[in-house]
């Protein structure tokens, strides 16, 4: 089961390899939060605000982010081509999507 973190507050938190693996956290406040290492792996950030977060190395493959604040996420992985492929396949058609 994915966590449920709408409207959290975790500013500052210590959260380095957490696994937030399709979260929903819309509308949350994750400033000065470490969240080195973290998995955000296809989570629901909208609205979110990420200033000063530490996201050395976070993976923010297929994270939904509309309107979210993310500061310098520079450190941070984005998406994964061939994870993406693995995703889509769909063994019916022999082919990704």
Known sequence: MAASLDGADLSGAKMEQC???????????????????????????????FDGARLTRAVLHRVTDADAWWGDRSAALGDDPELGRAQDFDPRRGATT
Do not use: E
């Open 19 to 49: 696994n937030l693996a399709r979260a929903r956290a819309r509308r949350s406040r994750f400033r000065g939060a470490d969240l080195t290492y973290a998995d955000l792996s296809n989570a629901d950030v909208s609205g979110s605000d």
